[in-house]
Structures are given as structure tokens and as C-alpha cells.
């Protein structure tokens, strides 16, 4: 068999295990955070459909395929039925970069546990999410209405002001690294994880990865109680589930992004390391929820001073003393 | 003009205005109860109670009582007359019942406005509650008693205004109690103004009695077409049924009040009979197809013998609309001209009335309240227009003397002078009447028209029976008079009467009084209908046509020859010699079961229209409600049926206009205000008597008075009626309207049929003598057609050797030929 | 500075107390397995309830139907033999209905009452659309006592002109006696 149809084939292998992995956790985040969020709140949470509400996210996918696609009859209808998409496939194209394994052995070919190692693996994820914020303005601009518009304008605010402080919370990593790409970073963290060492720019891309994702206590985008739903006001059946599969993809590439960047990527004792990389992710993920379960909803105002005036210079300080630090 | 402050706001009032009148100019209401505008102040209640703080007093006084005078200074606001009609109310309402949940004034009390907005809500007093018994007021008011707040209101329109004695205050004191010595129906054809007047829930309204609540109706102001004048009206639907009609205040037609007729007349709206669908040859069918049947059929006759062969016939009570679209329609296919009034005498008259309403001398009908003379001719108002009577009521309160020539045994709600003249004598009595009041000296200085016709009128022969005396009183009122009016009828007068009343009131007018001239016309419509019809045209030209074969088809719009029509034997072999009979209309009539082709029409509280009344005013009605079965009749008297429909049932009826236009070639593109407006332009292009037709939106609400071009110039024409009043013994016969009972429309009301009173046949007591028959017999009229029977009445005030039919639908009466005024008395025979 | 540190704490406070509720039983009570017991005066299905003699109390007087916010009220109101006033028939459409009780609130007879029972889901939506015989029930509901017509002054087979709570007997108008 020559190398490149095994490659492709390897390729489409690994593309499904992920893919299906990625769908399948984002459903299944959904019931964690449903969940988690209702024990917080002294809740059951989902616990009718199957054990503990296991079937939930099964259920609640079967419900957005069959209920009726609506599109509005003023809506920019090309743009409207283009902007989930583009919300969905940035999110999962993300993905593609973060290694969850060091590689493995097959027929005597090395498989590397990771879709494609980009040397520019950083900036590809950089540059993806920026892609997001189109699908978010998008959806806000062709539904043509006040609430839809008003939550697309926040959140293309929101995610390129944002996008700043996460990138810039990330130099002092590749600094360490000395690498963009995620494989070269993960080896990097071999003797220790960089949040021993970077716990600032831990904590400032957390607080940005939750702005970035829309999140509770940034959720200004679908601010339900002014905005009725956001830029996703007008959508229904399957393409609101696709703005919401984004979220949660997004909110899984972050955690795994966290993991990958702070906290040693896929390396841990015993168990085999995608399955650390999932524990990681998912610890990632419950923090966010916790987050969630325990802040109140940000001030738009508020909002852009955290980001503007507190998050980007403090990331700022954090790179001249990392730097300093290297340099001595 | 004194000026004056209220709740720091000045307003300059005319002298003589109250200040509760001055306070509502200023849009403020300050409560009442006792007061009303048409009634006057008594300052019974107390609960108009203001506080005056400078001027010519000070101190609380009752607003209704005190003319605004200049300096005054007056709070509505201030705490000592809150606080006094507050206790004011408080004591009112000691013994009214608690039973405002089944009270049908609930909702449009003044007692509960006041009670609620004046902060009174739990009873302090501990005694009991005073009760009254109540009485049966007939079929259209329902007494309730107890709910009595004892303003006086109902015995001072009744007795008053109204000038009927059978309703007022008994007892004394604490006890006083409103209501009639003995239970029985009201005799006042106005006592359903009770119901508007009184201010809680005493008089309320009974055959809409527990139908609904006032908040829940849709009220649209609306027309009476019972009769000529043209009262407003607010018709009340609920659930697509009219329920209840009250009166609209018009300052210049009917004032606050209408009579019963007009407030009762709008059943045949609802009636489960009404028919609402299409019928050909006896099928059910869409309006679609049965219009398509009937253009068939009309072409076919068309074919064979010509479209002259065919007629269309509208009637007084069709809208304006619908007047001009059936001239159009047989216009622009070349049919028959089309008639509108049931014979050539009647369209004669009316056409004539018309011609001469000069508008120096027509009035409004509430400019005849302050007439201080007033000439009625040839028309029994309490039976035509009610609304007249009141009318009249109220000029005679004021001083006016009110002369009636009329055969009949007209009877007015106040003090009248009668002069039983026949209908010929009219002219040589009122003439007479008009050269004694004349000085000669003033006579001499008007033109040489004037002149003559003043002679002409001495030179009448003295048919008439009354007494020179009463001819003299009434020629010295005339002559000391300002503003004599002349009501001039136009049904059972003489072809020459109408000009006569005109050219009276000409000469009045050339001698220098602010004479007025007042016509009553047959029909609602039917000043419109005598602008546009031809010169010897009628229903009876076109059953004579029928007769002789040249017309093979009639179309009836909203028009039903049997009503009116004497001789109901020609007429109904005419209708059977006829190849084809279309009939539209939204009442079952006599004819619909006739018809080969049956087509249903909208009301005016469907369609709205445009009427014009008989002084010529134009007003336009808007639709009432949309239309439909009721849902009392989709219900079957229980819940409205269970299912999802986004049809309202019943509604496919059409106007007559809109059914008519689809027979020329408009019609069919568009819509209904299109067509209403391409109609009104046809009527000012093609007809010379509408070219002055204000466009539908400069119409005011109150409507507005067109004329033709001033006719001055037509006056003093008037000839003599041409004699022909020998005495061969036989009785004349007049048929006559009565309030009740023979105005077609407002006979399918069941309340009003109730009312109307087995009809009798009136005839003077000498020739009852002379004919040995008594009040209250039986007796039989042998005529061609047929027997009428009828209970006899004798009255002495009438004009002998005549004999008065009333036009009732229960009589039967249309036995007579064509043309027949005059009786064998040997015709006349007691049934035992 | 310090406001920093207060802010740190203050979040502190908050992380742990949302952290220190993940260890509580949820304080959810499960519906169809738990059926908690509802006060008497809580709003849900409306009935039309009988006054203590038996007879209908609704008086259709309109006032629930005017007051309804969202109009799910009609009726249509007559005159029964014996001159009751009541509602020849009567309709609540419940797939309207907000159960805000301002028509219990504005009855007059306490005819119309708002009942705990709020289990009443269905499919078809016109099987919300109760009528009269649906909403009549054979009890006095949560007033026991009062009867309209026997304080309302109208006569009916309830009683006639003076034999009302607290009314006098009817004033004889043909007497002179004040």
C-alpha cells in the first residue's frame, strides 16, 4: 500500500474519530452543563429522558431536526442560512491543530495523534476564531430585527476586542516554547505544565476564552432578558442547533486549547493520553460552568473596560517580564 | 358676554348660559343629574354642587341654577363641593338596590359614573332599603323602580317636553314614586326616550332587555329611515344582530330625542327570515350565479322583444346609491325609465316640493321650535314624522300657535287649532286664512306675481266647513307673527298643495316675516328619488305598461309594490303576466316569494349609504357592522357552533348598488368605495339635479343641506286645485299612515307591532249617523277587490263625508282600484 | 489595592458558596411523582359555581368578560323563567386564558371562582374552548354562603319586591301618608 493512500486514508480515519468525538462530546457538554449548573443551583437538572437524564441531549437533538426551519420573510435569506454554518465549521476547522497524543504505531508507520501539525498551529486557531465572529454578525445582520442586529454588533464588539487579550495573553507561551506550533508547545510542557509558570496569562486567557465563546458572565451577544435571544433570535429548528454546536465546540477547543497551552496537553500517568486530554478538557469545561453558575451577567461597559483597559495591559506587563525573565 | 373663571380657565359665554353649560364649553363636567340640556335646570339633585369664589356670591351653589355672570370665579375642585356631592351621592344612593350586575344600565350609568368617580363605595347607613313595586310599561320599557334617584328627569321629558299625561310623579316626599296611575302602555309614541334620559336604570330598554352590556357593542352612529326626516341615531350590534337604537344628538334635525318608530324600526335587520342567499326559479344559488341567470334571462328578453321591454323600480327606501345605480343600469341598457314612487300623484308632488324648496325659506326641523306660527298642511306629523309633533311640541310651548288643515283626526302632543278641511279645502282655507292676516297697504308695495297670487287666494270658493271665527283668530296670530313656518305633507294633499305652501311662505316672506318652509315626503329617500325620477313615472305607469304587454320584465330593487299599492288584484296578475321578475332585497317582502329570480341585498347598518332627507339634507351613514348570520341564530339560541371558519357566515348579500353595477360593465373590477365615489360623479355629470352634490368627504357629520339652483323665480305659479270635490253622497277615501304598523320596514319589528293597535277605520259621527253605525262596531267595506274589516272609530275631528283607512299591513286593505278615492255609502255594511 | 483584594475575596465568597451548594440534595420537588398540595386560593381551571340553594349563580353580567385581559370570556346573557338573569351560554377559551384571576376578582355573585386544578393539558386545542356545561359545577365553591338575589332588590322566584335581606316592604303609591 503506498504511503499517501494509507496517509489519506489514516487522514479520513482520524477526521471521523474526531468529528464524531467533538459532536458527540459537544452533546453530551451540554447535559454536563446542564447538569452541573443545576446541582449548583441546588437543582436535579435533566433526569427524564433515560437515567439521569442521559438520552437529554439525544432528545433535544432529534427535537431541532424535526422542528420547522423558519426563515424570516424580510430575512437576507442567503446570508441567514450561511451564517450558522460558517459559526459551526470555524469552530470544528479548530480543532484540527490541537494534538491529542503523541503518535502511535501502526503497521510499522508512525500515525501522530493530531489532524495536521501546522508550524502555525497558534495562529491558525487565531485566525479561525476571528473567522467566528462573521458568522455571529452575519446571523445578526440578515435576520432583520433590532434584537438579532443589536446582539450580532455585541458580539463582533465583544470577540474582536477580546481576541486581542487572548493572543496576547499567549506570547509569553510561544515565547517559552518558542514555537506556534501546539505539537512543539505540548512537548515544551514535558517537565512541567506552564501554568506553574504562567499563571497570569492563565488566568487572563481563561477570563478572554470565556468572552471569546459568549459565555455567562459575557453572554452580552444573547443577553435574553433585553435581547430576547441575540443574534440567534430568529433562528429556529437546526440552524439555532448549529449556533449552538458551534458554542459548545468552541467552548470544547478552548478547554482543549487551555489544556494544550497550560496545563501539559495530553501527558499524564497511567492513562492513555487522549483520554487525559478529555479529563483536562472537560475539568476546563466544568470550571466554565462554575464560572457560570456563580457570576452575574457583565455590563456592556464593564465588559469592554475588563477587556481594554484591564486584561490587555496586564497581558502586556506579563510579556516585558516574561521576556526580562528570559533574558536574564 | 360675561366672562368668566372656572378651574382658573376663562371662557366668554353667550348671556344667559349656566355654568354647568359654560364649564362643559370648557370641556369640563361637572356632574348632574336633574339637569339636561333639552329639559332645562330644576336644581333638584344638589349634586351639581361648585364653589363660587368671587363674584356676585360666594359659597357653594348648584352649577345648573346660576347664569355665568361676568367676574365670577368658580372652582369645581375646591374641598368643600367635593365634599358636599360627595354626601350628595351618599345619599342617593341610601336606597338604591344592589343589583347593578343584572341591571342593563350597568356600564352607561350616570349613577354608577358618579358613584364611582366621586369615591362613595360602602353604604354607612345601617336601616333598610326603601322598595317600590313596579309596573308593565308595554313592550318596550321596563320599569324598575327601586333603582329611583328621584331627579325628576323622566316626568319632565314625559309631560314637559313630550306633553303626554299618563306618566309622573305620585306620592310624597321619601315615597315618590314615577310611573303611570294604572300599569298599562305608555301612550307616548316618544317614551323611549325614558331609557336615554334617566340616569340610572329605572326605564330600561326591553326588547333588548339582558342582551348585553354597552362596552360590548359596537356603536356606530347611524340614520332612521322610518320616515323622511332623517333622525340620527347610534345603532348598537353585538354579535351581528342590531340590538338596540338610541337617539344622536343633531342640533339640527332631532335634537336629543327620536320617537320609538326610528328607535324600534331596525328588527327587520335581523330577523332569522331574512333572506341571504340567491334563489332562482326556486333553487338556492351564489349572488354569482344568480346574477348570471338573470343577465341570461335578460338578454333572451333582449333578444325577442327589445330592451325597452324591460323595467327596473327602486323605492324611497333605497340609498342614494342605489337610486342612481338603477338609473344608470336602465339607462345605460336602454331599458324603461325607471320608477321610483308607487303612483303619478305622489311623484307629481314630491317633484314639485322639490322644485320649490327655495333655500330663503326651507327650516331645519329644530328651527321650527322657535317658530312662532306654524301652518301645517295636509300632514298628520304624530303619524308621518313623529319627530315633527315633538317638534311642534316645543314651538307651542314657546308661544307659537299651531294651526293644522287636515282632514284627518290629527292628533298632536299639545294645544292646536284643527281645521278638518278635505284635501281640496286645504288651499281655500289656509288661503283664507293668509288674505285676512294680510293688510292690503303691505300688499300693494310687493310685485306684481306676489300681488296676483295674493288675490288668487280670495278667490277660492268657501268649500270648507269651519267657522269664519276660528279663520280670523288664526289670521290675527298670522299677521302679529315673526317667524311663521309652513308644514306642508305630501301624500294625501292635492297636486297643487306643495306650491301652495310655498308660495305662502313666499309671500309671508316678500311681506316681511322670516317665513319657513317645511315639507314631509313619503319615504326616507324620497327627495332623492323625486330629483332623479322622470316626469310621469311611477309604479303604476309601469303595471299599466305591464297590462298592455310592452314590458316583459321588472326588476324590483328593494321595492315592494304590494305595500303601497291600492289595487292589489291588478297588480298581482300584472306580476304574474310578467315573463320575468327579479327581485333584490334584504327583507322577505311580499314580492320575494314571487320572484323568478331572487337576489339579497345589504341594510344600511351593513352597507351604510347616502340619504337625503326632506329638507334636502344630505347624510352620509357609515356601516354599522360588518354583516352575518347572527350568532344567536348560528347558535340556535346556545353556544355559537364549534368549529374554525374564516367565513362569517350570511355575509354574501351585496348592496343593491354593488349587484346592480355588475349589470353594466363596471361593477366587476372595483371595489366598493370606488364605486360609491364613480357613482356620486356619475350623478353630478349626468344628472342636472345633483350637480351641486357635495363630494363624500365634505359631507359633515351633521350633514349638509344642498339645494337646487334657488327657484325664486318659480314661485307664485300656484293654481287653484281643479275643483271636482262635488257632493254625489259617496264617502272619500283616505288611506293614511299611522305611527305604528304602516311604514313598511319598521312593521317587522315585533315590539312596534305590539304597539300598533288593532288598526280601525276613522269616519266623522255624522256620517256614522247618518249610516247608523256606532264607535267600536265591526263594519266591512264591499270593494272591488275584496272586503276590508275593520273595527269603526267615530271621531268628531275630522273632515265629514270622508273615510280614513290606515295603511296597515294586518288590514289588508289594498282592495281598491287604481285611482278609486270615492265610496258608495252602501259599500259600507255592519258586521255583527 | 484594597479594593482589589475586596474584590478577589467577594469572588471568593461567591465561588464557594456556588461550590459548597454542589454537596446539597436539590431542593426540587418532582412533579408527577410529588403532587404538592396547592392553597385553596391558587389559579388555575375556572368554574362556574352554584349559589347554596342549587341554582346557577352566574348572573351573566359581563363584568369577568370585560375585565379579562386576553378576552377569553363570552357569553351571552337572557332572562330565565322566573325573571333570574343568566347566561344562556357561557365560554372560556383556556388555551387563552393567563389564569391572572381578574374575573373571579370582578364577579359580583362569586360565580365564577379560579380552582387549584391545573392539570389540564390536551392536544386538540379546541377541546380548550370550554362551554358552559363544562364549567358548572354542583358546589359553592370557596364562598359558601352568598346569594346574590337574595340581597339584590330585583324580583325573582327568589324573592319578591321587599322580601330581600334588609329591605323595607314596597312603598303603597297610592296612599297619602308620607
Redesign the interface.
Known sequence: MPDWIFGFIILIVKLGVVLLALLLLAAYLVWVERKFL???????GP?RAGKFGLLQPIADTIKMLIKEDIVPAAADRFIFLLAPAVVATTALMMFAVVPFGSHLTLWGRQVPLVITDLNVGLLYIFALSSLGVYGVAMGGWASNSKYSLLGGIRGAAQMISYELALGLSLVPIIMLADSFSIVDIVNAQANYPFIIVQPFAFVIFMISAMAESKRIPFDMPEAENELGAGYHTEYSGIRFGLFFLGEYVHLQVLGALVAVLFLGGWRGPILPPPVWLLIKMILVALIMI??R???PRLRYDQLMALGWKVLIPLSLINIMVTGAILLI | MPKIIIDDRDIEVAPGTKVIEAAEQLGIMIPRFCYHPALGSVGACRVCAVKFLQGPFKGVQMSCMVDAQDDMVVSTTDEEAVAFRKSVIEWLMLHHPHDCPVCDAGGHCLLQDMTVSGGHGIRRYPGKKRTYHDQYLGPLIQHEMNRCIHCYRCSRFYQEFNGYRDLGAMQSANQTYFGRFEEGILESPFSGNLIDICPTGVYTDKPSRYFGRRWDYERSPSLCINCSLGCHTIASSRYRKVVRQEARLNEAINGHFICDRGRYGFSYNSLKQRPRTALFDGQTASIDEGLAVLKQRLQAIVDTDGSAAIACAGSSRNSLETLAMIKRVSQARSWQPPAYLIDDAITAKVKTAISVLDPDLAVEMREIESADFVAVLGADPLNEAPMLALALRQAQRKGATIAVFDPRPVCLPCEFTHLPADPDAIHTGFGAVINTALDAAVVDKLDAPAREFYSSLAAGEQTFTFQQTEIDTLAEKLKTCQRPVMVCGTEIVSRQTPALAADCAALLQAAGKAAGLFYVMPGTNAFAAGLLTDENVSVETLITAIEQGSVKALILVECNPLWQFPDRQRIEQALQKLELLAVTDYVNSEVVPKANIFLPTTTLYESGGIYINQEGRVQVVEPAYRGGIPIAETGNGDHPPRIYDSQIPGVEPQAAWQILAQLIDIGQQINANDLRTDIQHWLIKSESGFNQLPGLAQIPPLGTRFFQAPNSQKHFECQQPNGGSTDDGRLEVLVTERTFGTEELSAYSACLQELANAPCICMHSSDAQQLNLNDGDQVALELNGGVIEARLQVVENMAPAMLIIPRDGKLNWQQMETGQTRIRRDQIRKVE | MKDAIEAVKA?AI??A???K??F?????E?YPEYKRPLPARSRARIILTRDPDGAERCVACYLCSAVCPVSCISMQSAEKEGGRRYAQWFRINFARCIYCGFCEEACPTSAIQLTPQFENCKNDILSFVYEKKDLLVDHQGKDKEYNFYKYAGVATDVGQKGEHIKEERPVNIKSNLP
Do not use: C, D, M, S
Open positions: 443545576a446541582r449548583l443551583q441546588i437543582r436535579y433526569n462554575w464560572v453558575g456563580t457570576l | 469572588l461567591g465561588f458558596t456556588t461550590f451548594h454542589l446539597r440534595k436539590p431542593i426540587t418532582e
